[in-house]
């Protein structure tokens, strides 16, 4: 399908009934979906960048998950299998590149395999796709270049290229009569007695209702629309490199190691992209500003919000070890490369170069919790989508119709 013009602009409407803030993937999902169920709304998205899909939804690793980490029964567990689902069709539908390439889960000491029996568990109770344990001669098969005890494939994973996502979604939003008005960070919300005023960069947007979808700046909008402090948004940088052109074949899909359960991250893994590009990564290393794709970016309101958040320290203090873990490794090429040779031995530090950061928005609660499930929360007159770190991308499709029946219901629409 050849590439469609997005007409974008940074007038955003002086007025309109439901207002998404936040162009990512999930709040331009979010606005097609109000669009399909209520088709007699008006709808404007904003966004506070000069383009759109500009943080977590182009800054990852392109992995459409299969919904196998997540506790059953848990919104994550539920939307990630469904959206999945739907997000095949959707890119199938709509000619956007994508994948079915399978994922291996590789254990590589003991320890890990219960863990590994544990993921199969709770895999199969989520309905997460065919799933299946490798011995080492299966595992040859499947990743020639690979090595570990056993491993976990995952029939349902696969890639797809966001950036290309986001675009069809804004397309879908504007052919549908919605505004997307981009350069219009919100800055304040005023309630009035039937409508919320959205002041922003290019003057107000007044609403009758809101959806926030603001990603890294979540919980700033929702304090400000009279939500408690609680879950904070901390700011963790997931550094990537690159496999060069050369040394590619040494994985053909996608490679990852047994994640710790208590933590919400996957570990540094091995993933081919679309574009057949091999990533290693992400780090997780807790940053001074919420856009800090350059290590040394601090922005002294990001790192206040941090240091100033109970959490924050409680959090310290229980993962104290594994920060400075993740320290190292996020600073130190030989601790990436043996995460690297873990999985697959035959990479080496030649053979692997700079690629690009991405800032996961984690929300952290006051007794210093991570937040491990999708959180949705209301105030008057607008919804907020509290914590939607990965695997929301994922999950996107099945998110926005879930938000938009609560806000259907909550706003009776």
């Known amino acids: 399908m050849a590439p469609r013009e997005l007409e974008l602009t940074a ?18 999902a979010l606005a097609r979906q109000l669009q399909l169920s209520l088709p007699r709304l008006s709808v404007c998205v904003l966004e506070r960048e000069d383009g759109l899909a500009s943080h977590q939804s182009a800054r990852n690793s392109g992995v459409i998950h299969s919904g196998v ?4 029964g848990s919104l994550k567990a539920r939307l990630c299998v469904r959206g999945a689902r739907e997000l095949y069709e959707y890119c199938a539908r709509n000619e956007i590149p994508h994948r079915r390439t399978g994922k291996l889960i590789l254990a590589s000491d003991e320890r890990q395999l219960a863990r590994l029996a544990e993921l199969e568990r709770r895999g199969r109770a989520n309905g997460a796709g065919p799933l299946r344990r490798v011995d080492q001669r299966q595992l040859a098969e499947l990743e020639p270049h690979a090595r570990a005890l056993a491993g976990l494939h995952c029939a349902n994973t696969g890639i797809v290229d966001f950036t290309a996502l986001a675009g069809s979604l804004a397309w879908e939003v504007l052919e549908g009569g ?26 107000a947007t007044e609403a009758r209702h809101a959806i926030f979808c603001a990603g890294a700046w979540s919980d700033r909008l929702a304090v400000a629309c009279g939500a408690p402090a609680d879950p904070r948004i901390l700011p963790f940088r997931g550094a990537y490199l690159r496999l060069r052109g050369e040394r590619r ?5 996608l490679i990852y190691p047994v994640p710790d359960p208590e933590l919400p991250f996957l570990g540094v893994h091995l993933s081919r992209h679309i574009d057949g590009e091999v990533l290693l990564g992400p780090t997780a290393l807790l940053v001074g500003a919420r856009d800090a794709y350059r290590l040394r970016r601090v922005r002294a309101g990001d790192a ?17 070890r594994t920060g400075l873990s993740e320290l190292y490794r996020s600073v130190s090429l030989p601790a990436l490369v043996r995460a690297a040779k873990e999985l697959v031995p035959e990479i080496g530090a030649s053979d ?26 209301l105030t008057d007159r607008a919804l907020h989508v509290r914590n939607a770190p990965s695997p929301a991308a994922t999950a996107s499709l099945a ?7 609560r806000a259907r219901v909550a706003f009776e629409l």
């Open 352 to 377: 692997l170069e700079p690629a690009f950061a991405g800032v996961r928005a984690q929300a952290v609660h006051r007794d210093g919790r991570l937040v491990e499930d999708f959180v949705f929360s």
């Open 69 to 72: 980490y997540y506790k059953p």
């Open 249 to 253: 074949e040494l994985v053909r899909s």
């Open 11 to 28: 007038q955003a409407p002086a007025r309109c009934e439901v207002a998404v803030v936040g162009g990512g993937i999930l709040g331009l």
């Open 304 to 320: 206040l919000d941090t240091l100033s958040w109970p959490g924050s320290w409680r959090m310290f203090a229980r993962w104290w």
């Open 399 to 405: 998110i926005a119709r879930h938000v938009v029946e």
């Open 178 to 203: 919605g505004s997307i008005a981009c350069g219009c960070g919100v800055s304040a919300i005023t309630p009035r007695a039937d409508s919320l005023v959205l002041s922003h960069a290019h003057g």
